[in-house]
């Protein structure tokens, strides 16, 4: 099954909204190393409204603990530093798309051993660093979602 990750979220409200986004698209969240806030911090429950009991949140201590909580899983990487683009990556269900934390992204050894599965989305004003987690989550997600045909009725 298609999962999002966080690793090491910073910003309570993005965590919220993440939240909301994988309860609206039935997606599991796992939430990996500390976080720059406590879960049930307000922040974080205002941003996800009355959606939590909707959401499938797991947390683990580490990354090796995500990997053997979904040992069938693909992972794959978001970073700005990457090349491919998300749009040129063919998803497939057992999918695990891992984000990093919103100041400094995805170790970079971890990026370097995974290159091959490390997408980006672009950014047309080169002076823009990043996007917001959550909005990238967003992007990432949908297009994920709409190549697994998740839309058709």
Avoid at 12 to 38: D, E, Q
Avoid at 102 to 130: A, F, V
Wanted: hydrophobic letters at 40%.
């Amino acid at each position: 099954m298609l999962s999002v990750a966080l690793v090491e979220p910073e910003i309570p409200p993005n965590t919220g909204n993440i939240a909301r986004l994988c309860a609206a698209t039935n997606v599991p969240l796992h939430i990996v190393g500390a976080t720059g806030f406590r879960l049930d911090d307000r922040a974080v429950r205002r941003a996800g409204l009355d959606y939590w009991p909707e959401v499938s949140l797991q947390r683990h201590q580490d990354l090796a603990s995500l990997y053997s909580q979904l040992p069938t899983a693909r992972f794959v990487y978001l970073s700005t530093k990457a090349e491919r683009v998300y749009t040129d990556w063919g998803f497939e269900s057992d999918d695990c798309l891992v984000f990093g934390r919103e100041t400094r992204g995805l170790p970079e050894d971890l990026l370097r051993l995974n290159w091959d599965r490390c997408l980006t989305i672009p950014m047309l004003n080169q002076k823009i660093r990043s996007l917001n987690l959550a909005t990238s989550v967003g992007i990432v997600l949908y297009e994920a979602l709409r190549q697994l045909g998740s839309f058709k009725r």
